[in-house]
């Protein structure tokens, strides 16, 4: 055996043993770095030599520096990630406004309360002018706190705007990143031999990461050793060295809602329905499925207490004898017209009835032939809308209110009915004199002292603003069983009027009743409610609406209303809690599993570095080894 | 398994954050006292501390209501209970102005008493609140509801309004009675009919008020005297306007003279042509009957047929008064009916009350117990997790390579 082979060897196992240590320092070095894979030097024997004596070993050689790495497990961690952050950024988002429902103090019930109980005031004392002061003074803080509440929404709305322009921005960066990443690794020299630029990969999968932290991704590996990066239903964000950018872009509908768009050739689409996963899932999602829904909500409740108040308020009669007019501004319906449509066709919607208010967004659509449709969005229902030609229509009712629909629509135009949604906005006050506040009711009733009978009347209710309400109407009885109505300005209004105790007689927008038996010449009369400052019979059917079902179909009180709000609100966080609990339990179980393989161990380096210190040792002892024998060599041959 | 050193300190980590936050959310409820901080964490009860408080608060107003409605009902009945001794007094004067041995400057003492008494009723009849309102004018609290008219007749300004509170969800009571009920709708006579005499009679017939028996016939009924000569005897018709001659008979003092449910009887000895009339009741004010009083008192008393007169305007008086008494009474009687069931009603709001708030209490509102023993539990955790971190960080196989 020459004794050069050794020393070969020996050289072999020393330069072997460095490049493992140095592979051990660059782990332990890099022990704190994102995304970094633990690498590990394959040693492997070289090429054997052929000798008389058979084959004999040349040492060992360094076969490669691999990453230690598991593409399922990387995927997973994306994957997961992408999950986690959609859940934890919905949660956040949507915490936001469970927040502020959750301060009793802030939200709507209190201010409601203290509005109905001023009412109640006013009924205890109704020529108080304290009382009707504090009625109005309650009214305005009702109407601060809607605005206030819509207002922290409308914060949330610009919020998710902003956070979206900066998730596209950051996405794009991220793209550009990749595609560059990309070409360096596609240019690697080695690769195509199989020595992969493993900090490259690695600076791609910490990119990939990054990139699912804001919005969910797929990946397809490429032959010449890029990856291509998809989001939404397949739109390529990354094909290869070249980078696609996504835009921000208004609604079609809403010029102040952003949007994600997608250049597909020429056109740029709105993307946002198809993306998902990140933070910028979350965003979208929040948006979707509680903003809307909670601005919605809360707008009914506005709506719906406007509405009924002013009704009732108009059929009483203030401190000055005028009938009640509106308390409250009543909020608008908004529609918004596509930018895209080509018709002049303008579509207002006007409220028929705040019982049958959805808190559901619509959409109208012309179809041609004088056809619309129109979709309630929350589930997809449509209804058909025939103008039959004649313009401006109106429509019928349809969930509580009714559409106006100008000539010149274009097929395929349409209009976005939101009749909710400005609600809490757009409320407003109407009455600032608290003389103005209606309640009495306009008209009472009485008996002639002269009856001889012992029949009652009521004090009778209004029911419309009748022109002819507050004429003095007598009733008066030709018999027992028969009367006759004269209205004193318009003269006779019924005669012979079968009498029926209890029953309700309605003239001239009013309604009340006689009851027990009635003597001919019994003498009723029902007339204006001149000077009746101390009546609080208005101010009573005022302060009952707190207690009535008068929203959702009867079924719900406007505190009812707003606890579904609330109840809503709480739910979707609660269970996006428990969702964003699980998602970061994958994610950190995804994680754990990926470090399992990937990560660094200094323990094990440590090991590692003894053992290749000891490698390092024996292979120097070999050198010196040969060294002893070939001096020993030098030696016999010197004497 | 193979764990990353990263990971053994990220777990520890995470150990530690986990247990922070979680005493972060019982220290929360310690220190609020609330079980529910965010809706989030109990949605259902959220929404339902939101109705229930709703629900709390409006019984609250009710109570309140309740409160303002005793008291306009204990000032309305505290009037009346003056009101009533007024008419008490009178009726006492009355009593006494009918006494043969009084005088005619007696009589025009008492009637000014009776005047000075009048005054003293309208005065309680325009009685206003505490807010300044009149009492007894129905919706016109800002009307004086009765004053006397240059005829002197009285006039009401007042409706019939009746003021209603609500002292409970479905419970509304009436705290105030208008003037007309209270003042102006009260039957004169017995209540069924007034018997009078004709101003013109020159005997001393003096008529008895009378009884309605059941089949009471309503109809002007004119109860006529006739004595042909001085020595005949005395015969009388009663005829109705409507119902015609319904009896006759021959006269005797104070025996009853029935008819179509009508029993009366006249005194004294009515002269040839004197006559009484018997009409169905109608309303008259109070005030007009004490008004009529003082008058007869006024006019002074100068032989047989003049007492009579008097006698006959002081027995309508008194029925008159009896039936103000009695309407002033009924009134005070539905006071009494309404505060009990305002009471009734507070009873069962406070009931309800605490049982919301009892409900209330269970749905939001902390186990302190329960929460103390688990801030322990998490407080022995967390430092479990810090020591055990710091001991596990210390290990490192690098301390031992030297």
Redesign the interface.
Known sequence: MPVGDSLAIGVSGLLTAQRALSTVSQNITN??TEGYS?QRVDVVTSTPQFSGDGYVGTGVAVGGVRRLYDDFLTTQVQTNTASFRQTENFYTL??RI??L??D?KA?L?PS??SF??AV?GV??????GAARQVLLSESGTLVDRFHYMDQRLGELRNGANTELQNRVTEINGLAQSLASVNRDISVAPGRVSGNLPNDLLDKRDTLIAQLSERVAVTTVPQDDGSLNVFIGNGQALVAGFRAQSLSVMSNQFDATRLEVGYQMGTDTINISNQLSGGKLGGVLDFRNRVLDVAQNTLGRVAIGLADNFNDQHKLGQDLKGALGGDFFKAPNLQVQARSLNTGTSAVTASLVDANGLTTSDYRLTYTGSNNYTLTRLSDNQTSAINTGGSYPYSSASIDGFSLNITAGAAVNDSFLIQPTRQGAQTIGMVINDAKSIAA?API????A??N?SAATIS?GVANTQDPNLRNTVSITFTSPGLFNVVDATNGTLATNVPYVSGQAISYNGWTAKISGAAAAGDVFSVGA?????????NA?LL??L??QQTLGGGTATY??A???L??????Q??QA?ITRNAQDTLR?QS??AR??????????E??N??RLQQAYQASAQVITATNTLFQALIFAIRR | MRISTNQMQQQGVNSMLEQQALLAKTQLQVSTGKRILTPADDPAAAAQVLSLTQEKEVTAQYQSNAGVANARLSMEDQTLSGVSDLLQRVRGLAVQGNNATLSNENRASIAQEVRQRLDELLGLANVKDANNEYLFSGYQGGTQPFSQNAAGGFTYSGDEGQRYLQIGPMRQVAVGDSGTEVFRAIRNGNGAFTTQENPLNTGSGVIDPGTATSGFVPDTYTLAFIQALPTAPITYTVTGAVSGVVASGTYTSDSTIAFNGVQTKVTGTPANGDSFTVTPSANQDIFTTLQNFANALETPVSGAASRAHLNNAINRTLVDLDQGLGNILDIRAKIGARINAIDAQKGVNDGFELQIKTTLSSLQDLNYTEAVSRLNLQLTGLQAAQQSFIKIQGLSLFNFIR
Do not use: C, I, W
């Open positions: 022990v704190n633990r949507t915490s469970d927040n429902l959750a009793p939200g019930t409601l309360q109905f109980n109640q009924a205890n004392d109704p020529s108080s009495g009472r009733t009485s008996a002292l002269t001889t004090p409610n001149t000077s009746g400052v101390s009546d609080n019979r009573l302060g009952q707190q207690k505190q009812d707003y606890g579904e609330v109840a809503n609100v709480g739910t966080a609660h809690d950190k994680l754990e470090d399992g393989v990937s990560g660094v161990n200094l323990d094990e440590a090991a570095m003894v």
